[in-house]
């Protein structure tokens, strides 16, 4: 969703429900988060201009790494 993600584990098409776990981080977030990093290393030029631009790469490239996993690289 926009402001949650919710994740849970299925064997054999069964879901195990002791896996299921919500975030409070959403694609808003990653969205946010991508433009953050964005306009550190390029100049960009309007907000909503910006926003479909680090939605377009978030939805096209789908690549970011869960807590966790290590930190985003700079």
Known sequence: GATATQVCCMIDGYL???SIRK????GTDLTEALLHRLSKRFDLGSVANDWMVA?????????CKLPGGGPLPE
């Open 55 to 63: 939605q377009e790469i978030k939805e096209t490239l789908g690549c």
């Open 23 to 26: 975030e409070l981080f959403g």
């Open 16 to 18: 195990v429900v002791r």
